[in-house]
């Protein structure tokens, strides 16, 4: 095993230096690693993988085996049959650990090409990736270990690998390109990822396209719309302002609709000690597993140890059980604009799947329970309304089955929605009627004398809710709207809705000229602002107007607008959407009665657009067979079912068991119910005792969607 | 000693059943007694303490001391002097630990009556106060450990200790009131507490004088009008409803400011790597013994602790490196609205001194210094407007001393208030120039090329400020204008300004009668709200007019308007001012024009009533004989000082020496600098190379304020 110190003596004495030489958390994926990096600020703006693959030849047991180690792009095909056929050695399959250990001292999330030295390189047969030593981005290799990364470039790496060779043993160089072609046919979806790229994309645009690896473009999207940043503790983000502006435009709505309906906002410690935690055992169950604890402040130890909340119920309800001593204290309606934690170990991914993120909990108490249904069901509608009448997301609204329902409460409706890139259902906004699961003596004893009872002795607890929305709304929305220019912002939460670009200025172009053009572009921003339209004026020199264009679409601004001396001469601005492209022209005197009209045009534009496509991948099936291959062709199956838990579990066991391979970023690959929609009427009627369960055969109750999940 | 189970068995034993018993964190003084049980929701709503005093009477050497118990509530003066001439003992001290430990084996802070019985209490002489006998409030008793606490009646009480009784020792009843007069005149400080209890007082009312008894009237305020609950977290607070708006309004007018300034908002993760935020030294040292650490997430253990931010800088700055690259991305302003965690051990104060609190934190970087040092006086200038416009709380805006400022700053501005009640002057909101100590290449390295450098190689490390205003300013707003009928809102932050109570409906009122006086309060309301005076009118039945004035009076609403019969008839209304009792008739037909001005009236004269107590407990101080004295009279003393940090040590010093026995809710009884005012030329021109400084006598260079504080 070569130490970092020995690495770099021996890269020194070859005169390579890093360009960087960074330490971060241990990786055990390319993307992981990837992310890594990203959130390290001394790596490199970009970079690209080096992946080191050892193959073992099928070789006589008593012999000792010669292993082939790959060294290729992380996004390069490199078929282990073509491989092999063409080194002419026998079913190179990828070599175990116990190998990896034996020859290299390392596992496989650590091994790299700095692996090789003049211990190993005699002993192996190396073959390198021939495009790797004529680019020019920086690569990343790990050195020594998973949680370390050294950048060369790829003149570097050969030189290095160059500098190991001896009279006998020579590193080979492969065109894996041209292999893939003589080979016979990879699998599709690997194929794909070949294409990923986007021909003649440029340093500045998202490089990746959403429908071939849309991971790695939801992280591009992202980046660079300067939207997010990652940081240095895994699972947790940086919401940079043109992200977190539209988390702020869904406050400001979401707070006047709440207060209109009686709500209040307060705030509640984010600490719970553990007794108070534990106190409803369902509860704390689909939880505790994601808990963080506080266990020292400064260098004292804590007596007990100190939770972060990873919701509110517990810390909130010791106190409702004060405060409500009386029937006139009911309702109680009180909302937390908060962070939560859950620790969870699955792969977090931005936004959808984070350890620390920001939401809005609303937790009521009530009289009755028709009160509290009543409610629960008044949220959900302000959930729909917040994705598709801010966001452009249409949603379903439906109930969760048991097996999916918030843990302690008595029900959970839920607004889904779908990912078509990815054929995903996400879970967008909750609303629970805890019934009175909480206010029971054992648990909070939130109880009142039941006014409604006439011996006057009579005691009633309370019927509880509880409701909860967070920055999910803005992956959800990404993952939705956005394309291979980068992101499309929905007009209602744009931080900016209109950007006003010059053009045709050119070094011949007069200093009178261009300032004539530059005013006009303010004073038609500033007129825009004036009737409260979010414009901007892009007046940053230095920069070419296709720049700036190029620029404004990856951030998604829905409308730009450009003037040209043309323009200016014509008393006109030529408009651009950003959801469609479509140019038009609009006469300045136009400006102020046109431009309100387009941004709802495109709302409503892309709503509708997001809202085919959900319908589109939404289907009836009414027999098992065609269960999986839904699922499989990206699309929601809406079955009708038996609504019984134990046929839910064997759902996602039947159809993960013949899943494509597991997507590490997919947090389940069986499919689990999603909703059972309030809106039955969209398929064909269930006749009760007549209609059977697609999947058991025991008699249907409803239409239920079922699908892969987030 | 007696074990919780042996104690509750000998009360079973005499049929006394404990009203409540409840266990709590652990306490060392009435206050934070007080404060667990408040923080407990199953402590009966009121209660009283009682204190159990163990003396040791003068004996000679070789006897065996009797200690005498006196039990009594904890607000009743025990002179021990007094107590010793009446008993006939010579020279009562307190019993120190080891005489406890040998009696009762427990220490000061768990001792209570309980620890007698059948063991201990023929060894002790027993007195109790023969007021508690008669009283029906529950008495809070430690049973058996400073952590538990049980409810008992007075009789119960006094059941108990006759159930000790011997032929030869019997319990000594003492009337503590009586025993008082006849003593020697106590101390005047503890005579006040005495009075402390307001005449009449009942239940709903403050219950306690806010100029004899400042901490505990503070704490019941917050109580009665709901803005604060106690947690069962020691140091975290709740924030109700009817405080947490006032926050809202906070941040609805700031963010208006900071945004038209360039500044955007963003959200941080509360996480940080001990590594990160170790970067700075100075910084973290003036951070570190209270930084709460996670280190365990479900039941793993966590690699490395990770700190939870006790403000930002170092979870921000990594990225500010990577993404300022250009001059071109200078300025960058950043505001966070978030919580922070600060684990003082200290005695926590509600909205002064929290371990969790709410705040805004806002980061720049600049180019320039120029741009960094006015950016800093225009933050520091909201928040005196914050104050001083919004909450009528007026601010000295100066800068801190070098001993004074931020951790790691280059100087820190602050806008320093004053609690009259306390004499104690309190920081209010800070606007640091962090220069470039955070930007340095050793530190987070934020460097770009220098646009102005001739050759076009230069580097320029960015001027960074940070600033932050917390929810502090509630608290300090409460102790500037609260009075002894409870709270008194400033009108333009409180979330009911004008509230409408029906009057003069009895029992004999008419029903039509009735809903007419109902009618024209909610219309008088609406007709307010129409012209966005947030109006609400009391139409609750079941309470009397008294009860609502009362309810409203001491939640601080600004305006009350009182509608009977006689005021229909005159087409009026009658209005009560909340800060001065004043009342006037207004005519309804005025009622639009005539609120809004009388709202500003109140508030422009609250503002004038803070001011004129403010100014008038600044006192010039030339003479280092009036420095303490002027303390000692609750003023704050502005002296010619010489800004030396080893002068100002030995000033705190000094002045600490020679105070008052420090109350345990102070931070601190020694002086320190408070600020160095902006405006200088309120006082005697200071002439340098004369003007001498009153501490040290070496030259002074500016007046200084300098006080007790917060």
New interface residues.
């Given amino acids: 095993m070569s130490s970092l110190d020995s690495i770099t003596a021996s890269l020194a004495s070859l005169s390579i230096t890093p360009s960087a030489s960074v330490l971060h958390a241990e990786t055990n994926s390319p993307t992981s690693w990837r992310e890594a990096l990203l959130a390290t600020?001394s790596a490199p703006e970009s970079f690209e993988l080096i992946k080191t693959l050892v193959y073992k030849p099928k070789t006589a047991k008593t012999a000792t085996p010669v292993p082939v180690v790959v060294i290729a792009r992380d996004e390069t095909e490199t078929s282990s049959s073509a491989l092999g056929k063409k080194l002419n050695l026998k079913e190179l399959r990828l070599a175990s650990e116990d190998l990896l250990a034996e020859f290299f001292s390392l596992d496989k999330n650590s091994i790299s090409l700095l692996a090789l030295n003049g211990d190993t390189f005699p002993k192996v047969v190396t073959v390198i990736d021939s495009s790797i030593a004529s680019s020019s981005t920086p690569f990343a290799i790990h050195a020594s270990s998973s949680s370390s990364t050294l950048f060369l470039s790829g003149a570097d790496i050969v030189a290095y690998l160059k500098s190991l060779e001896t009279e006998e043993v020579k590193v080979q160089e492969i065109d894996f390109a041209t292999l893939k072609t003589e080979a016979p046919a990879a699998k599709p979806a690997v194929k794909e990822k070949e294409e990923a790229k986007i021909e003649g994309a440029v340093q500045i645009a998202i490089g990746v396209k959403k429908e071939v690896d849309f991971s790695a473009w939801y992280q591009s999207v992202l980046l660079k719309a300067d939207m997010l940043?990652y940081?240095?503790?895994s699972g947790?983000?940086?919401?940079?302002?043109w992200s977190?502006?539209i988390?702020?435009e869904i406050q400001d709505w979401f707070n006047k609709k709440i207060k209109a309906m009686g709500v209040?906002?307060?705030?509640?410690?984010?600490?719970?000690?553990a007794k108070?935690l534990e106190r409803e055992k369902d509860h704390i169950e689909g939880f505790?597993?994601?808990?963080?604890?506080?266990?020292?402040?400064?260098?004292?130890e804590l007596e007990e140890?100190?939770a972060?909340r990873p919701t509110s119920e517990t810390v909130m309800y010791?106190?409702y059980?004060?405060?409500i001593k009386s029937h006139?204290d009911l309702p109680l309606k009180?909302n937390l604009w908060?962070?939560v934690?859950r620790?969870e170990?699955k792969h977090p991914q931005p936004f959808l799947r984070t350890?620390?993120y920001?939401w809005q909990e609303g937790h009521t108490a009530h009289l009755t329970k028709a009160e509290a249904d009543k409610e629960v069901l008044e949220i959900l509608e302000l959930y729909r309304r917040v994705y598709e009448e801010l966001l452009a997301v249409p949603m379903i609204p439906g109930v969760k089955s048991e097996k999916e329902k918030f843990a302690g409460a008595l029900y959970t409706t839920t607004v889904e929605g779908f990912i078509p890139a990815s054929g995903r259902g996400i879970q967008a906004g909750t609303s629970h009627c805890l019934g009175q699961n909480f206010s029971q003596p054992e648990m909070f004893n939130i109880v009142v004398e039941d006014p409604n009872d006439p011996t006057g002795q009579g005691k009633t607890y309370a019927w509880q809710n509880s409701w909860g929305l967070s920055t999910r709304t803005i992956g959800v929305m990404v993952m939705v709207h956005g394309d291979n220019q980068g992101l499309v912002l929905p007009p209602r939460v744009a931080s900016v809705q209109v950007v006003v670009v010059p053009c045709g200025i050119t070094a011949k172009t007069s200093d009178a000229d261009r300032n004539k053009i530059n005013d006009a572009c303010d004073k038609l921003a500033k007129s825009l602002i004036d009737i409260d339209i979010r414009a901007k004026a892009d007046l940053?020199e230095?920069y070419t107007p296709g720049y700036k264009f190029n620029d404004w679409e990856q951030k998604g601004v829905p409308i730009r607008l450009e003037i040209g001396p043309n323009d200016l001469a014509k008393q006109q601005t030529v408009s651009v959407r950003r959801d469609t492209g479509a140019k038009a022209p609009i006469a300045l005197a136009d400006l102020k009665a046109t431009v309100p009209k387009l941004l709802e045009t495109i709302h409503n534009d892309m709503y509708a657009k997001a809202l085919n496509e959900y319908n589109a991948h939404l289907k009836e099936v009414t027999r098992w067979e065609d269960f999986v291959p839904t699922l499989d062709n990206k699309c929601i199956a809406v079955i009708p079912w038996c609504e019984r838990e134990v046929c839910e579990d064997d759902i996602k066991e039947r159809s993960g068991r013949s899943a494509e391979p597991q997507d590490e970023r997919a947090p389940s690959a069986g499919a689990k119910s999603l909703a059972i929609p309030f809106d039955q009427d969209r398929w064909t009627p269930i006749e009760l005792g007549k209609t059977k369960c697609v999947a058991c055969d025991q008699d249907a109750k409803r239409w239920t969607m079922f699908g892969r999940s987030y």
């Fill in positions: 600020p940043e940081y240095s503790v947790c983000y940086i919401l940079r302002p977190y502006g988390w702020e209040q906002n307060a705030s509640f410690p984010m600490f719970v000690s108070v505790s597993p994601e808990v963080a604890w506080v266990t020292r402040a400064g260098s004292s140890p100190i972060i010791p106190y059980a004060k405060w006139r009180l908060n962070n934690v620790w170990f350890r620390e920001l940053r230095g």
